[in-house]
């Protein structure tokens, strides 16, 4: 495989880069986009979903994307070390009734030499909200553009 830049070891530089990468792809809203960042065997657990590969990956984005309707997500370095990351997010969706909700999770990764991530750990918690208190308002599907405030600026 190629090598996926930045490669581990991480700085706090390049472990930015790596997190602002993954909100990119995962903000794409492309299943097959956000599984090339993982290894062909990469380990998965989210909420109380275990799997592993690229195609359980992109099953499970596509599943993802089908019920998290304008799906916007922002990610933020919490520490790094080595090859891990550890990040805390949170996204906004409505699902199919029309009702708002904000996810608040953390997530722990392990990236290979190549740069690829081979193990990924989510927890995830959902709070119902209103549609006035969204605050992720950019156009999407896409990135959140470079001058939209992360979580902390949000007060989040």
Do not use: C
């Amino acid at each position: 495989m190629d090598p996926r830049p930045p490669l581990p070891p991480f700085s706090a530089e390049t472990a930015a880069m790596k997190v602002r990468a993954a909100e990119d792809a995962w903000n794409s809203r492309d299943p097959v986009r956000v599984s090339l960042a993982y290894t062909e065997t990469s380990v998965w657990r989210n909420r109380d979903e275990f799997f592993t590969g690229r195609p359980a990956i992109v099953a499970f984005m596509a599943r993802k994307y089908a019920k998290e309707h304008e799906y916007r997500l922002i990610k933020e370095l919490w520490a790094f070390a080595e090859n891990r990351i550890a990040v805390r997010f949170q996204y906004e969706f409505h699902d199919a009734s029309g009702q708002w909700w904000r996810a608040y999770g953390n997530e722990n990764w392990e990236f290979d030499e190549h740069g690829y991530m081979s193990w990924r750990q989510a927890s995830i918690n959902d709070v119902k909200i209103q549609e006035s208190e969204r605050k992720f308002l950019w156009d999407a599907p896409g990135p959140r553009p470079a001058d939209y405030p992360g979580l902390r600026a949000l007060g989040l």
